[in-house]
């Protein structure tokens, strides 16, 4: 095989300009080959034809109700062909054309009569982006027509389309090029059945919307009319603590953070009028960001403590807020400064705080009646034994008698 035609069959990237004549097979034979030759007039006449064919790099490929033709310059050669045979085209009612551009590699074959042809993806693609066209368009593939749009003169010719399903499945992404002159500004046959179809899936998938937004409505309607009944299944005094979240622009007070909920739970959990939810269980909810009454109910409690805590520097910031997860409203929210010197300290002192403060927010202010049935009992036993007996000194040896009179008097 000689050498110029080994190096004619390498595979290249080209810019295939395919060409079809709408309602070929409907012809009569006698027309069949008066529209082929017309067309071949037409399109040999083209300027960017015959610049390409001038240049050597230009391959004609028949293919009976049309032509491929193979360009390897730019995506602008083909393009331009198409926009000079549509001008030509323009008011023929009697030839219909659709057209097909798209760039993608091709590789050169040898025939029988051992003549350089060409075949590949891309002139196979450039026959499906023309597929889905109808009678005067020119449908340029997304690829393309993305390198196209790089100059500014194509730009306000190509028109996106969207997605269009070619044989195998295959979905293939077009633009639509035309402009007054030129082009077919219609949207192809193939698209509208695509689009009307989307338009029933969207109709459907809003209904269905619909009624599950309805479903929604009607549950929420159904569980507020009840809220007390909902609200007494839980106990007053019970409560979750969730872990406190590292709000610190480095991330790295984790440890501190979970520390303050640990000694939290720890000290809540020795008073015995609270009921306070497990740790494993409260800290489930760590990072998953859920929403309180949705904690609370799934922890079956009827308030929630969750805070934070920043550090800048060896300040650190803490903040904490009890809230009745019924309601949705703050009870308390108090916010700690300290200084990072010592971390356990910090953690003993500010959960013994907090936890002073829950104690009467939940409980109530401890009341004195150990102190005053005390101090009555104290009083009922005065009373039994009587008045105090006055204490008798004895003088010291050597004093008057006078002396020791007067004192016992005092």
């Known amino acids: 095989m000689p050498a110029e035609v080994k190096k004619e069959i390498e595979l290249e990237i080209a810019h295939v300009l395919f060409i079809d004549i709408v309602r070929y097979s409907k012809l009569s034979i ?10 071949t007039t037409i399109v040999r006449g083209s300027d960017q034809y015959q610049k390409a064919e001038a240049a050597g790099r230009l391959i004609k490929i028949p293919t009976g109700d049309g032509m491929a033709l193979v360009f390897y310059k730019s995506p602008e050669e083909p393009a331009q062909c198409a926009v000079e045979v549509s001008r030509a085209l323009n008011g023929n009612a009697h030839l219909q054309v659709r057209m097909g551009v798209h760039s ?4 050169g ?28 368009h020119i449908l340029v593939s997304k690829h393309t027509a993305e390198d196209l749009e790089a100059y500014d003169h194509w730009r306000p010719v190509l028109h996106e389309l ?26 192809p046959t193939k698209l509208q059945a695509v689009r009307t179809h989307r338009a029933h899936v969207r109709w459907a998938e809003i209904a269905a919307a ?36 590292d709000m610190s622009q480095a991330k790295d007070q984790g440890y501190f953070s979970d520390g303050i ?10 008073i015995p009028q609270l009921k306070v939810a497990a740790r494993t269980s409260s800290f489930s909810f760590k990072g998953k960001g859920v929403e309180i009454p949705e904690i609370a109910r799934q922890l079956r409690v009827a308030n929630v403590l969750e805070g934070s805590v920043r550090r800048s520097g060896d300040q650190l910031r803490i903040t904490a807020q009890l809230i009745r997860a019924a309601e949705g409203f703050h ?24 936890v002073k403060e829950l104690k009467v927010k939940l409980l109530g202010a401890a009341p004195k009646v150990r102190t005053t049935v005390e101090s009555a009992v104290r009083l009922h036993r005065r009373m039994l034994e009587g008045p105090p007996r006055p204490v008798q000194t004895v003088p010291p040896a ?13």
Not at 104 to 107: A, C, D, Q, R
């Open 261 to 270: 909920s640990e000694e939290l739970l720890n000290l809540l959990s020795k």
């Open 331 to 354: 009870l308390w929210s108090e916010t700690y400064d300290r200084k990072m010197d010592d971390i356990f300290k910090i953690q003993d002192e500010i959960a013994g705080e907090v």
């Open 398 to 410: 050597g004093t008057p008698s006078w002396a020791s009179r007067d004192t016992l008097a005092r």
């Open 30 to 39: 006698n027309e069949q080959r008066a529209v082929v030759d017309e067309l």
């Open 210 to 245: 619909l009624l599950v937004l309805c479903a929604i409505i009607g549950g929420v309607f159904y569980f507020s009319r009840r809220p007390a009944q909902l609200a007494s299944a839980v106990a007053d005094n019970s409560i979750a603590v969730l872990p406190f979240v």
């Open 162 to 187: 969207g997605p269009c399903e070619v044989k195998h499945g295959v979905r293939v992404d077009l633009f639509n090029l035309y402009s007054d002159e030129v082009g077919n500004p219609k949207l």
């Open 104 to 107: 993608g590699p091709v590789s």
């Open 109 to 136: 074959v040898v025939d029988v009569n051992e003549r350089t042809n060409v075949a590949g993806v891309g002139i196979n693609m450039a026959q499906r982006v023309m597929d889905c066209g109808d009678g005067g």
